[in-house]
T-cell receptor, first 118, second 114 residues
């Protein structure tokens, strides 16, 4: 079974600075998807960024980018120019490739609570 | 507006009193799922459904039931709630046929069992 580990329960960063959240995963599969979700105090689960394992190029979405290291099974999230609205719980998640039932499930990490200091 | 709607948003109940958390989506999604979120554990899948009348267990199904009689609705039933089911619950849905389609989440139900 796949597992996802976020080793940083809490992180903090000064507004306008850059912060990197760590995520490692364990799988024997060669093709899969990785995600970062943001959960603000409103409890909404918001998809931040998505990476397909077969793509070597790291995904980027505005101020958010990932460092995907497939061999190391590492998937870190970098937030540039941090803003107060970035304060939230961040979850890393894994999903298998394919159309079968198991491929639809997201496996989540424990979460990292990010605080932005003004 | 495309959305997944869960009700209620907050629920406090007592041990053993049956309850149902409703979930409805208006996107004609085949796939629906329930997760629970606990501190230090992230989100874990409880049950899922690939389509009407097709449901199966996720990773933590004990103490829960689901049904999928209509495509849009996927209620979560706790027949005899216990304090260890105190948690934050999320319903989610996605198009089943497109494997890369995103998972849409509801806004969560905070359940407290005393």
């Amino acid at each position: 079974a796949q597992t996802v580990t976020q080793s940083q329960p809490e992180m903090s960063v000064q507004e306008a600075e850059t912060v990197t959240l760590s995520c490692t995963y364990d799988t024997s599969e060669s093709d899969y998807y990785l995600f970062w979700y943001k959960q603000p105090p409103s409890r909404q689960m918001i998809l931040v960024i998505r990476q397909e394992a077969y793509k070597q190029q790291n995904a980027t979405e505005n101020r958010f980018s990932v460092n995907f290291q497939k061999a190391a099974k590492s998937f870190s999230l970098k937030i540039s120019d941090s803003q107060l609205g970035d304060a939230a719980m961040y979850f890393c998640a894994y999903r298998s490739h394919g159309y079968n039932q198991g491929a639809q499930k997201l496996v989540f990490g424990q979460g990292t609570r990010l605080t932005i200091n003004p | 507006e495309a959305q997944v709607t869960q009700n209620p948003r907050y629920l406090i109940t007592v041990t053993g009193k049956k309850l149902t958390v409703t979930c409805s989506q208006n996107m004609n999604h085949e796939y629906m799922s329930w997760y629970r979120q606990d501190p230090g554990l992230g989100l874990r899948q409880i049950y899922y459904s690939m389509n009407v009348e097709v449901t199966d267990k996720g990773d933590v199904p004990e103490g829960y039931k689901v049904s999928r009689k209509e495509k849009r609705n996927f209620p979560l039933i706790l027949e005899s709630p216990s304090p260890n089911q105190t948690s934050l619950y999320f319903c989610a849905s996605k198009t089943g046929v497109k494997e890369n389609s995103p998972l849409h989440f509801g806004n969560g139900t905070r359940l407290t069992v005393t």
